[in-house]
C-alpha cells in the first residue's frame, strides 16, 4: 500500500556532509511521526532523528548539533542532514512513518510502523 525510498547514501570522508532523503509514496493522505533509525555491524538499530508531523524534532546525543531532520509535508518526504560526519557514523540508515494514512477504495486505512529498505552511509578516517 505505502512504500518508504530512502537516497543519499554513499561513501564520505570524515568530516563531510551527505543529505538523505526519504519518500514515501502511495495514495498517502497524511503521516504522522517519521524518523531516522541506524544499524552498524554488530549492533542494534538506534534512533538517529525524529520529527513530527508539526516539524517538532529529536535527535540521540551522539547527532545533536551535526544532524538535522526536516520533511515536506506536501512531498510526504523526510531529509536528514548530516554535517561533521565522523566514521563512527558508518551504518545503513533507514526511514521509518509510524502511521502512514491512505485513501482506498473502502475508506481510510492507515498503516503502522512502515521501513524503508535502508541506504548506506560510509565514513572513512
Known amino acids: 500500500q505505502v512504500q518508504l525510498v530512502e537516497s543519499g547514501g554513499g561513501l564520505v570522508q570524515a568530516g563531510g556532509s551527505l543529505r538523505l532523503s526519504c519518500a514515501a509514496s502511495g495514495s498517502i493522505v497524511s503521516i504522522n511521526n517519521m524518523a531516522w533509525y541506524r544499524q552498524a555491524p554488530g549492533k542494534q538499530r538506534e534512533l538517529v532523528a525524529a520529527?513530527?508531523?508539526?516539524?517538532?524534532?529529536n535527535y540521540a546525543d551522539s547527532v545533536k548539533g551535526r544532524f538535522t531532520i526536516s520533511r515536506d509535508n506536501a512531498k510526504n518526504t523526510v531529509y536528514l542532514q548530516m554535517n561533521s560526519l565522523k566514521p563512527e557514523d558508518t551504518a545503513v540508515y533507514y526511514c521509518?512513518?509510524?502511521?502512514?494514512?491512505?485513501?482506498?477504495?473502502?475508506?481510510?486505512?492507515?498503516?503502522?510502523?512502515?521501513w524503508g529498505q535502508g541506504t548506506q552511509v560510509t565514513v572513512s578516517s
Open positions: 521509518n512513518a509510524d502511521q502512514i494514512r491512505t485513501a482506498q477504495a473502502m475508506g481510510v486505512v492507515d498503516v503502522f510502523g512502515s
Open positions: 520529527i513530527t508531523s508539526i516539524g517538532s524534532t
